[in-house]
T-cell receptor
Framework: GIQVEQSPPDLILQEGANSTLRCNFS?????LQWFHQNPWGQLINLFY???GTKQNGRLSATTVATERYSLLYISSSQTTDSGVYFC???????????FGQGTTLQVKP | DSGVTQTPKHLITATGQRVTLRCSPR?????VYWYQQSLDQGLQFLIQ???????AKGNILERFSAQQFPDLHSELNLSSLELGDSALYFC??????????????FGSGTQLSVL
């Protein structure tokens, strides 16, 4: 099956800093989503982005499908950005969304 | 609020017992997914239902079963519980099962602790 690798596994930032999270996947995908799991455990859908670039406020994401990776950019980070960021993909021959292991982000005030 | 409701939020039980987790999808969503999140395995897909029928199966143990009812709510039944079943169990729903642009919306999860 498809393998999803996220890096870095852990990230500590000072408030106001920018960061880039990466997601590599081992096969072609037709669906890629980024999720944020907040400290209370809630999983929130950030982006649906199988290709191209999208922006939502301080967050943006880019997926280069031909090179099998996606990037999540967080600018001017805030303490409320803390939590775990997951990349999840679905391949052409599977109906299930496969999650990476996540990047744990801690933003310090 | 995602619109997906899971109950109970927390469940503490003993080994060997059986529990039922409940999920109500977003209004209008026909598809329900169950995921298990543990520290060592991450987020693992268990099973998917679409309009009452099983659509896909993942790493679901034989001791676990699920169903989706005519009103579209779903239940995940876990039996002969073991310590290793302690995890956060998520339900997610979507309106476009199988579509390439399908987006999943997750409930807040049920934290199961097996003692």
């Amino acid at each position: 099956g498809i393998q999803v690798e996220q890096s870095p596994p852990d990230l500590i930032l000072q408030e106001g800093a920018n960061s880039t999270l990466r997601c590599n996947f081992s096969d072609s995908v037709n669906n890629l989503q980024w999720f944020h799991q907040n400290p209370w455990g809630q999983l929130i859908n950030l982006f649906y982005i199988p290709s191209g670039t999208k922006q939502n406020g301080r967050l943006s994401a880019t997926t280069v499908a031909t090179e099998r990776y996606s990037l999540l950019y967080i600018s001017s980070s805030q303490t409320t950005d803390s939590g775990v960021y997951f990349c999840a993909v679905k391949g052409f021959y599977t109906g299930k969304l496969i999650f990476g292991q996540g990047t744990t982000l801690q933003v310090k005030p | 609020d995602s619109g997906v409701t899971q109950t109970p939020k927390h469940l503490i039980t003993a080994t060997g017992q059986r529990v039922t987790l409940r999920c109500s999808p977003r209004s209008g969503d026909l598809s329900v997914y169950w995921y298990q999140q543990s520290l060592d395995q991450g987020l693992q897909f268990l099973i998917q239902y679409y309009n009452g029928e099983e659509r896909a199966k993942g790493n679901i143990l034989e001791r676990f079963s699920a169903q989706q009812f005519p009103d579209l709510h779903s239940e995940l039944n876990l039996s002969s519980l073991e310590l290793g079943d302690s995890a956060l169990y998520f339900c997610a729903s979507s309106s476009r099962a199988g579509a390439t642009n399908e987006k999943l919306f997750f409930g807040s999860g049920t934290q199961l602790s097996v003692l």
